[in-house]
């Protein structure tokens, strides 16, 4: 990550966060660092997860939104809450508000039985929040979705070319700690690959 953004010449900060007891329940203390973020920095933020190669500047792309918060939206409806744009807008920290509420509280009912999903995960209950402001027609908070190039799974077959180059690459780091060999063998490959790319831009 740190290396693309140098080459980039992007400016950003990391945070670091102390571990749950398992994934998911680490994927749910995402908005309450996120909420820090927008209280610490001024002005439009772009989150991104820290096991990602950035391809290219975003911040073109990003200035096409208007909304308070966007991230990825997939046809089923689920949302990928690796990257999201996060507006410097009442709007936003409303939405963050709600959706770190729902997090605290699927933490706190847990009794260790929370699948390790992205429906059980941060992306889940973000998801729950955005829909039920759509339904009810809340216009307090407007959220918008990217399109999949914007932040794509590495191995994930989807139409992402329809709508321009891969900005951001998600190299799934949870699959380190599963016990899918294929999955984790092409992550390995697929890390080899950009270290490689990234030490030719160094040589060229």
Not at 51 to 71: G, K
Not at 128 to 151: C, H, M, W
């Amino acid at each position: 990550m740190k290396s693309t953004l140098d080459a980039l010449g992007l400016d950003y900060k990391f945070f670091e966060v102390k571990p749950e007891k398992n994934w998911v329940r680490t994927t749910l203390l995402k908005p309450s660092w996120i909420l820090k973020a927008r209280e610490e920095l001024s002005g439009p933020l772009l989150y991104i997860d820290v096991d990602a190669f950035v391809h290219e500047d975003p911040w073109p792309y990003l200035s096409q939104y208007d909304a308070d918060l966007a991230a990825v939206g997939y046809d089923n409806g689920d949302l990928n809450s690796a990257s999201g744009w996060i507006n410097d807008t009442p709007g936003a920290r409303e939405l963050l508000t709600r959706w770190l509420g729902g997090a605290d509280n699927r933490r706190g009912a847990d009794t260790g039985g929370l699948e390790p999903t992205g429906e059980n995960g941060d992306q889940g209950v973000l998801r729950q929040a955005v829909l039920a402001a759509e339904v009810a027609g809340d216009e307090s908070i407007k959220f918008q979705r990217f399109p999949v190039n914007l932040t794509y799974i590495f191995d994930r077959i989807d139409w992402y070319f329809l709508y321009g180059p891969v900005l951001i690459e998600q190299l799934q780091a949870s699959r380190e700690s599963t016990q899918h060999e294929k999955r984790l063998a092409r992550r390995r490959a697929r890390l080899v690959e950009l270290e490689d790319s990234i030490q030719s831009r160094k040589t060229s």
